[in-house]
């Protein structure tokens, strides 16, 4: 089995090499690269090209926001935020620039694991807390009216609400009884309409909505 190629992007070495531990530990992530400031993970990004880069949102000089930009920007690598909630601007700018996932810094070595393992696999990792503190901001700030979701189908609306409770496209085929091609092109058909960038996105739309989680159908 190929292994995961992962690049860590933290200021911190301490906080990077006990990330490696924690991935490569798990025997389906190769650490590649480490980046201790954004304009480094930028051109390893592009060096290396990584299947993830783990991205810490707080750094000198190029931020965790710009680079992630840049990085989905400039290559086909996608990106796992690592964050904490007194960054509410940071996940918001990370948010916009497309990012695949969002997790806390306090996750277990188990939810890491996973997350890049999801991300990895296309699907998005976005942590409940994180989702409150997102749509919290977003609600504190001038009402804007949010994508229109009538456009989509009554399936595509129960694939935008199992986005939104962080399915992943096997849960989601699982609880729909539908097959994960079939997920994944309804996902696609649901970005378009909304006009959203990544999965994280319409997860957003679908947590402000309200959405309740899908019912298992037959």
């Avoid at 006990?18 to 650490?31: P, Y």
Wanted: net charge neutral.
């Amino acid at each position: 089995m190929t292994r995961i190629r992962v690049l860590l992007a933290d200021d911190h070495a301490a906080v990077r090499e006990g990330l490696r531990m924690v991935l490569e530990a798990s025997g389906a992530i190769t650490v590649v690269g480490e980046a201790a400031d954004g304009a480094a993970a930028i051109d390893a990004a592009r060096r290396l090209r990584p299947d993830v880069v783990v991205m810490d949102v707080r750094m000198p000089g190029i931020d965790g926001l710009a680079a992630t930009d840049r990085v989905l920007a400039e290559t086909s690598a996608r990106v796992l935020v690592l964050t904490t909630f007194d960054v509410d601007e940071y996940v918001l700018g990370a948010l916009a620039a497309g990012a695949d996932g969002f997790l806390l810094k306090s996750a277990s070595g188990a939810e890491l694991v996973a997350g890049v393992r999801r991300v990895a696999g296309g699907d998005a990792v976005l942590d409940p807390a994180v989702i409150g503190v997102v749509v919290g901001a977003m609600r504190g700030r001038r009402r804007e009216s949010g994508p229109d979701l009538s456009v989509l189908t009554e399936r595509e609306a129960e694939v935008l609400a199992g986005l939104g409770a962080g399915w992943s496209n096997a849960q989601i085929a699982r609880r729909l009884h539908i097959g994960e091609a079939t997920v994944k092109t309804h996902v696609s058909r649901v970005l378009v309409k909304l006009e959203v960038q990544s999965r994280v996105q319409a997860a957003v739309v679908a947590a402000r909505a309200g959405l309740p989680e899908p019912r298992s159908v037959t």
